[in-house]
Nanobody
Framework: QVQLVESGGGLVQAGDSLRLSCTAS????????VAWFRQAPGKEREFVAA????????DYADSVKGRFIISRDNAKTTVYLQMNSLKPEDTAVYYC?????????????????WGQGTQVTVSS
């Protein structure tokens, strides 16, 4: 089992940037795809971005495309989510997740291991 810990959340103003980190331990992390999801109060968890096991393929939700960048450093067993031009509607708890097969998908139900989440709040 892979254990995931997110960090880097906080309170920022619209237009600012944040970088979230997802650090893994346990089972061989570098073999598996990783995704970021987010959940705002009263809303369902939604897909944000995903990266393949080697970082060669990425995918983004339309709402963040062009603003967010997902990347990974397998030597550091860490996946990053660089969030630029943040908007109030980006406010949510952000979770990273992994699944033990490829490829990455956009469905939360496909992911097996989850972190505890990190809060991102964007004020207008």
């Amino acid at each position: 089992q892979v254990q995931l810990v997110e960090s880097g959340g906080g309170l920022v103003q619209a237009g600012d940037s944040l970088r979230l980190s997802c650090t893994a331990s346990g089972r061989t992390f570098s073999w598996y795809p990783v995704a970021w999801f987010r959940q705002a109060p009263g809303k369902e968890r939604e897909f944000v971005a995903a990266v393949s096991w080697n970082g060669g393929n990425t995918d983004y939700a339309d709402s963040v495309k062009g603003r967010f960048i997902i990347s990974r450093d397998n030597a550091k067993t860490t996946v990053y989510l660089q969030m630029n031009s943040l908007k109030p509607e980006d406010t949510a708890v952000y979770y990273c997740a992994t699944r033990y097969v490829s490829p990455a998908t956009m469905s939360a139900a496909d992911y097996t291991s989850w972190g505890q989440g990190t809060q991102v709040t964007v004020s207008s």
